[in-house]
């Protein structure tokens, strides 16, 4: 397919400028997805019309990588113009980025179509957050149709990209409001991170690698680091030791069998990306991601 080359040659590019850009990508898909289903909003700007959902606490000054989605929809516009959905392309984007870093391959289905109006507030209060626990996770997962196996693959997509210390600190410092350290928290994992984000003086919007093993690569090395108790996230540690998790055997069996990783990884993209899509007559297929077709 002509217009799946394109976007892998435009990756790549933007690849060599941005080692992050392939985690980053990946992420917006997810973003898009949770609040009103794959329809693209996350991408639309703030308009006499549209109330951006990038200023939303989950989005604002942390999702990233909108350069390179415009960059991706001109290129489409000149090879296949008025084909590619900006929903689509968030998807093949982050297939792809996948693929690239290492991880499995699957055929995106295609055919969305663009949303021509944004949920800041949905985006506000659907989105998974870095400090929810377990109960929370589950429950945000299963209202866009995700179950517990899709929120543990899912979530290992955090193999690869960077964090700032803003969502940890409190895990270091004061964890649930008790003054101390989140007693999951590996020793030694804890020391390196209180490293690189001091509890005072140190600046919050400093990048940490999700995985400090293989920071860009995507692999199985997220489940391992759950086991020894060095998963960045609380939200990440969660999953395997939030006491009687359920999601903790899916963990272990990951931590063993990268195949088994892929494979479901493989899966629970192609359902995610399958959340409340707009088809056939609804919505439209955007010119420019950044705003709708006949908006200001």
């Not at 209202?143 to 409190?170: E, K, P």
């Not at 590996?186 to 690698?209: M, V």
């Not at 609380?234 to 990951?254: H, K, M, N």
Request: aromatic share 8%.
């Amino acid at each position: 397919m002509v217009c799946g080359v394109v976007v892998r040659r435009v990756l790549k590019e933007a690849h060599r400028a941005d080692a992050r850009i392939y985690a980053s990508l990946t992420r917006l898909h997810f973003h898009d997805c949770f609040v009103q289903g794959c329809d693209g909003p996350i991408l639309l700007d703030k308009s006499s019309s549209v109330v951006s959902e990038k200023y939303a606490r989950p989005n604002n000054n942390s999702a990233r990588g909108y350069p390179v989605v415009d960059d991706v929809k001109a290129a489409l516009e000149k090879a296949c113009p008025g084909v590619v959905s900006c929903a689509d392309i968030l998807a093949i984007a982050a297939k792809v980025s996948v693929e690239l870093s290492g991880g499995p391959r699957w055929r995106v289905p295609l055919g969305r179509r663009d949303g021509i109006t944004a949920n800041i507030t949905g985006a506000n209060s659907l989105l998974p957050s870095p400090r929810n626990n377990l109960t929370t996770l589950q429950r945000k997962f299963a209202a866009v149709g995700l179950d517990d196996t899709d929120l543990v693959t899912l979530s290992g997509a955090h193999t690869f990209g960077r964090v700032q210390c803003q969502f940890v600190t409190d895990r270091l410092y004061n964890f649930s409001k008790t003054g101390k350290p989140d007693p999951t928290l590996d020793g030694g994992y804890r020391a390196l991170l209180a490293a690189s984000c001091p509890r005072r003086g140190g600046n919050k919007t400093a990048l940490n690698d999700l995985d400090p093993t293989r920071p860009d690569a995507f692999d199985k090395n997220y489940f391992t680091n759950l086991e020894a108790n060095r998963g960045f996230l609380r939200s990440d540690q969660e999953l395997f030791s939030a006491p009687g998790a359920p999601t903790a055997a899916i963990v272990d069996r990951f931590a063993s069998s990268q195949k088994a990783f892929f494979r479901s990884f493989a899966a629970s993209m192609i359902k995610m990306g399958n959340v409340k899509v707009l088809t056939g007559g609804q919505g439209e297929v955007r010119k420019k991601c950044r705003k709708v077709n006949n908006g200001s």
